[in-house]
């Protein structure tokens, strides 16, 4: 007699959150809150650790509902969310690091919405993206307006797109790769030249979620290498877009002149 009976396999959740810590207490119940409000609970919320000793995996250990830990993942930023995106199981990834946080119990629906509208409409996106709301010295920042989305103008320096507010189909990661783990700044903006090259993506013209930038951001610190590694991941995809490149760069040869006279700047005050 043949058993046919087979163990139920679980459903795999809408979204994957990955949120990548390190000694991340200060600011982490603000993270952990947003996602536990949200009115979409069809995520699994992926944590990947870096070797915290300050409290952080306590907090993580008694936060509920369905989550996993990768922990001591060294190597840097990119591949500790890559690690997540490998680790990830759900139809949709987003990072969500330890000191940002949704904007709203909505966002997740929101973003579910705007997949599906697409699907439906006979034009599916692989990616989806909001704007953000920046908290500094503890006073939120209006947003900066967001022009529609084009891959000339991104390539320009015109728009940017948010790494804290952007969801990712799993599917196109396996099609266009992850992060580049060599890089320590621009690796989102790497991602999003390849992706855009051959997706175009959905845009929700309102804040999805609130970046803290603070004096330990990297998007604060180092700001002149991070211009002069931008510079350089943009060259790699100059040939699909030149002309679009060429603007690029008077505008990276001007900011980067004002990096420099601020740098001087310092020791003289």
């Avoid at 987003?94 to 509208?117: C, I, M, Q, W």
Wanted: net charge positive; hydrophobic share 40%.
């Amino acid at each position: 007699m043949h058993n046919n009976a087979s163990t139920p396999v679980a459903a795999k959740p809408t979204f994957s959150i990955v949120t990548c810590t390190w000694n991340s207490a200060a600011t982490l119940a603000d993270t952990l809150a947003s996602v536990q409000a949200q009115t979409c609970q069809d995520y699994e919320h992926i944590f990947v650790d870096g070797g915290s000793t300050d409290g952080t995996l306590d907090m993580i250990a008694a936060y509920p509902g369905n989550k996993r830990v990768l922990r001591d993942v060294g190597g840097g930023i990119s591949r500790a969310m890559n690690q997540g995106i490998e680790a990830a199981q759900g139809e949709y990834i987003a990072h969500l690091h330890s000191d940002d946080y949704y904007n709203g119990p909505d966002v997740l629906a929101t973003v579910k919405r705007a997949f599906d509208e697409a699907q439906a409409a006979g034009r599916p996106v692989d990616w989806v993206y909001g704007n953000i709301q920046v908290l500094k010295d503890g006073k939120m920042v209006p947003p900066y307006a967001m022009p529609a989305f084009s891959y000339r103008s991104f390539v320009a320096g015109r728009s940017s797109i948010p790494h804290p507010a952007v969801f990712i189909r799993k599917s196109a990661f396996e099609r266009v790769g992850a992060f580049d783990e060599k890089l320590k700044y621009a690796m989102d903006i790497d991602l999003w030249l390849r992706l855009g090259a051959e997706s175009r993506p959905a845009m929700i013209d309102q804040p999805l979620t609130v970046f803290r930038d603070h004096a330990g951001s990297v998007s604060s610190a180092n700001r002149l290498k991070a211009r002069q590694e931008e510079f350089n991941v943009r060259r790699r995809h100059m040939d699909k877009a030149p002309l679009a490149f060429g603007i690029y760069c008077l505008r990276y040869l001007k900011r980067v002149r004002e990096l420099q006279a601020e740098a001087r700047a310092v020791p003289a005050q």
